[in-house]
């Protein structure tokens, strides 16, 4: 049986120390008494149409829904079943743990000064190297959304994903996968506070719920900069698309490791259930996932 990632997710206390060391004027955003408190827009559902189990608070319970048409869309263009209801926010995304493979400089390798991370696309290596990461393909839409000025989008904030692959590896920091880079880039919003990576669904290792780490930074250009990091927080995947998913060839130590851990006893998600981070899924095997989320800073 796989073993869990070392020292894998030790928790914010843990990222801030090192997270001070390189952005200094970030501040202790976040106490350990209000992290649990922080909440995004609304919690997400699987492909199957089943909402989100956990139900631990009123607010959740009276704003979980799927497919809601945007209420205030800042223009037409503004994608609905993304969006959706903007009347919903008004709480920021829960800070989470970047982990110990976030690559961006906190913890040994830094691929946000990499020339070629700005990508859509960010299945193969670039660089030196241009290997694939193999599996199904997954679209994640991200909605940016400023807390401070009503929940209007956030254009122009820059965010970078990294996630593991198929087998539940991590490059940049996993043995043989060092010298790749491949699962990680960096994509700017655009004027409704959206933006979109082409990826593959994550595998799922031992001690952790499926997920997508993120970081939202203030602007493109300060991906690099001392304290311009707005939040960190994580994507929860959908249930219903992980038992599908890991049916298929090339995801059977995921397929092995999944029921190993579940949302409400993932030491990220637990405290409630990743109501709040649950992305909306939708989607086939054949023809490739779509996962949205909407993040409120």
Known sequence: MTTPHPNHDRGLEFDLSTLLSRRHTLGVLFSAGTAAALAACTPGSDVSGTSSSSTSSATAAATATEGTTAAASPTASATSTVTRAFAECGVEIPEETLGPYPGDGSNGPNVLEASGVVRRDIRSSFGTSTTTAEGVPLTVTLTLLD??????????????VWHCDRNGKYSLYDSGLEDQNYLRGVQEADANGQL???????????????HIHFEVFESMSNTT??????????????????KTVYATAGYESSARNFPNTTLTSDNVFGDDGGIYQLATISGSVAGGYTAALNVTV
């Open 196 to 210: 979109t990576f082409s990826t593959i669904y994550p595998g799922a290792y031992n001690g952790r719920w499926p």
């Open 225 to 242: 900069a001392a304290g311009q990091v707005l939040a960190v927080s994580q994507i929860a995947l959908t249930e219903a698309a992980c």
């Open 147 to 160: 807390n401070a000025n009503g929940c209007s989008p956030l254009a122009g904030a820059a965010v970078y």
